[in-house]
């Protein structure tokens, strides 16, 4: 059996400070609060000072990417709800996209408007519950509760959309579960009102809050060189005043349609964060505005009998006779059905983390040869050492909850 | 100038093809001077981000080589794309570690180890990632059953 209680890092010092201080190992997770998921950080402390970090991390590793190689094209849309669990419904559209992309189709016009509205209040639902928790981690409780209100509120029409709050497995290649129900313009209305007042509450809360700058300002940050070579993306990228958004670096789904600024800022500290992702959220308001004045009418799937999984009638399903034995064997039996044609694509798309990409290699039959996801949170943490080493264990807390790493996304 | 017509011109021995596909071109290249090949790209196509970094097994699908590396590139300044395939032999899978050019490597590194057993030369520090130290075997290789080889029926307990 081999020893697991061999230690993780060991101390390369061992000397006497000033005050007669030892250094110390500390365990920061996989069960601490301030984690917001497993993460496990191993920290070597100096009184208070964080002097060396190694994060370890696969606690929630769930194989997803082997699954993916057993599955049909459309039974991995499953899969990819469970990965950034905060927007499932961007994983989705990065998905959908994705496979589209490899197999040249595109969309009806319906169809991706409905994408973008969806991608743009689960982008809302995921950064207000980051500003949410990084102001709990520093003490103001309030504002978690009010953002979990918002999120409700949202996850309401999530429910109504697609018939779940969490794993929405909303599209398909080549179109969607199903249309929106009739009243999700007003659903839609009455959110964004009630958001942007919330909006403004938080910022009124936080924005002036002495408690909150001082935790706040100058914590944890990383020049613009080093954010590149870590590869960091999303809200950590254009924190330090890089403008670079996949909506408009490579516009997909008619995101070259609705007008939006690109936010930056320029500090690239905790608080530049949170500010940055308060100011995206109005932009994804205004989005969602554009996207409900302007919903074309139309199908939502495409015209192709090869990608179209047909409505579940009683003829299309195999008791339905001969015909819906054919429709049956030519949609689900191996071989048949959806079939990208032989090759590959790296997509990626704007999660709220930053670049979701999809690296997908099909050989040409109905399931994905490789399926590899390139996670925005797997990258984002591998800086989190490089911001914390140097400061205090308490900004620690500030950092990690801005980061927004998430442990189903990281691990996969 | 295409970035991979550049690396053809420069590293013509190394190159064994570059092909296309659903709009994106991508070279497939021998793993022998894979830094020099990179450090190219970085330095003078302007490629300073890897974007991803990762593999393939190509079991018995007629490839040079049974392993593959694959390394996506992004160039801020150009907003261009590109996308390098290094082949890995199964009888030694082994190739240099590209930390020392991109900070973003020695992670996805380690989960290419962890998942398909490709050793990284010159690798800060590489060990398992995702899955438990003493795990046997790389689940993501072709010939690993879906299903594991036991060892969710045989993993060692924690004895205090």
Known sequence: MPELRRPVMAIEQDEEGDLGTRRMIVNFGPQHPAT????RNIIELDGERVIRLEPEIGYLHSGFEKQSEYRTYNQTVVVTDRMNYLSPLCNNVGFAVAVEELMGIKVTPRCAAIRVAMCELSRIADHILCCGLQAMDLGAFTVMLWTFIERENLYNIFENVTGARLTTSYTRVGGLLRDVPPDFEDMCRTFMTNCSKVLDEIAE????????????KGVGVVSKEDCISYGLTGPLLRAVG??????????????????????????????ARYHLR????????????????????????????????PPKTAQNTPAGGMEGLIYHFKNYMFGHGLCPPKGEIYSSTEAP???????????????????????????????????????????????LSSLNVIAGELDR | MDPLDRVKE????????????????????????????????RDEAGFDCLTDLTAVDYLNQGMPERYCVVYNLYSFKEN?????????????????????????????????????????????????????????????????????????????????
Request: no cysteine.
């Open chain 1, 36 to 39: 917001h998921g497993t993460l």
């Open chain 2, 10 to 41: 420069r590293f013509a021995d190394q190159v064994l093809g570059v092909y296309e596909s659903a709009g994106q071109k991508y070279a497939h290249v021998r793993r022998d001077r894979i830094l020099d090949v990179l450090r190219l790209l």
């Open chain 2, 80 to 160: 261009v794309r590109t996308r390098l395939k290094a082949f890995v032999p199964e009888s030694d899978p082994s190739i240099e570690s590209a930390a020392t050019l991109w900070k973003a490597a020695p992670w996805a590194e380690r989960e290419v180890f962890d998942f398909f057993g490709i050793v990284f030369k010159n690798h800060p520090n590489l060990k398992r990632i995702e899955l438990p130290d003493d795990y046997e075997g790389h689940p993501l290789r072709k010939d690993y059953p879906l299903t594991g080889r036991g060892e969710r029926m045989n993993f060692p307990r924690y004895v205090p």
């Open chain 1, 353 to 399: 983390n930053g670049e979701l990409g999809f690296y997908l290699v099909s050989d040409g039959t109905q399931r994905p040869y490789r399926w590899r996801v390139r996670p925005p949170s797997f990258y984002n943490y591998q800086a989190f050492p490089k911001m914390v080493e140097g400061g205090l264990l308490s900004d620690l807390v500030a950092v």
């Open chain 1, 278 to 309: 308060m100011r995206e959220m109005r932009e994804a308001i205004k989005i969602v505005d554009q996207v409900l004045k302007t919903m074309p009418a139309g199908p939502i799937y495409v015209d192709d009998p090869r990608i179209v999984i």
């Open chain 1, 205 to 216: 809360m936080l924005d002036g809050n002495r408690i909150f700058l001082d935790r706040t």
């Open chain 1, 242 to 271: 890089v403008p670079y958004d996949l909506r408009r670096a490579r516009p997909y789904l008619g995101y070259e349609n609705y007008r939006f600024d690109v936010i930056t800022e320029q500090e690239g500290d905790v608080f």
